[in-house]
């Protein structure tokens, strides 16, 4: 760059949202012919387009060759920018929609399948009832770490994430706020009509031959049923399976001898439905926390601010009542 852009003189009268938008997609496919294509314009255009917007910043935005474009790293941070003006004008239109009509509205968030499948219905019936005329977009989204890229592109609005280790170890976290909703917990679960579930007395040692379900390395899961066998000086249990799907392991375990460790709130509130049963095995104390995450000085809408509002709540109220408590098994003794 020559010297500091005069946005009045400069910026704001040549550079233009469409502009931006035609650049996005030229990012998007690699190529000028397919972004021209996309967007329903010849490709003279689009590289007329471009062409302007470098002579305006004076830098240059894209690096061409035989095999299609690059974006140069001054693109890349026009990018950035421009993706969270894009962001602020449709909140701006989020919120237009909402005055307009309080009763409608748009809220698009991710979490992982252990929270949809357990922790989250109850909350979507609430709203449900309260604003049906506001639409959830649940995204499926595992948070192993967080470095959650729908967010990041700010193609959703928030994410509710379980912590696998703490957020300051987490390179991804800069960016990011993170808001404590509650603690859960894991326990070791199988079917009710296992071997395991049948015995009056369980150790540790009793299920280091047991068929394993685990969750992924470095997963909460994964991470406690280590230390928990580390502690009792067992070699690590057998592994038959490995898999972050909730649905896969209640149901595997639901049918026959596998073992599997989960979160407290899956088991409590879906033990009967599945037929599964909290193993009396102790487990070191970690509780697991479960975060609201947002990306810094991003304004939301009135309708996530709306959802978020009854979330909160109703994740208080869980938090103060047995959901995410040991429930007492009948015939069962503590070792």
Sequence with gaps: MAGPVDWSNRIGRRLKLRDLYILFAVDQHGSMARAAARLGMSQPSVSEVIAKMEET??????????????TTRYGRALLQRARAAFDELNQAVRDIQFLADPTIG???????????????????????????????????????????????????????????????????????????????????AAGTQSRWARRRKLSLGDLVDAPWIQTEEGSWGAVSIGEAFRRAGLQQPRTSVVTLSVHLRTHLA??????????????????????????????????????????????????????????????????????????????????
Aim: glycine content about 6%; hydrophobic content about 40%.
């Design 106 to 188: 748009q809220v698009r968030f991710g979490c992982p399948e252990s929270i949809s499948a357990s922790l989250l219905p109850p909350v979507i019936e609430e709203f449900a009832r309260e604003s049906p005329g506001i639409t959830l977009y649940v995204h499926q989204i595992p948070t192993l770490t967080l470095e959650l890229p729908e967010l990041h592109a700010r193609r959703i609005d928030f994410v509710i994430a379980r912590l696998n280790k703490p957020a300051e170890e987490d390179s991804n976290h800069e960016d990011l706020v993170l808001e404590h909703l509650l603690d859960d917990e894991i326990v070791i």
């Design 254 to 335: 639901s049918r026959g001898d596998f073992v599997t460790a989960i979160p407290r709130s899956v088991l409590n509130l879906n033990a009967e439905r599945f037929g599964l049963r909290a193993l009396q095995v102790q487990l070191p104390a970690r509780p697991w926390p479960v975060v609201l995450v947002k990306l810094k000085n991003r304004t939301l809408g009135a309708p996530v601010d709306l959802f978020l509002q009854r979330l909160r709540q109703h994740f208080g109220h869980m938090a103060k009542r047995d959901v995410l408590r040991a429930k007492p098994t009948p015939g069962f003794l503590k070792n």
């Design 57 to 70: 910043l004076e830098v240059k935005l894209l690096d061409r060759g035989p095999r299609g474009v690059q």
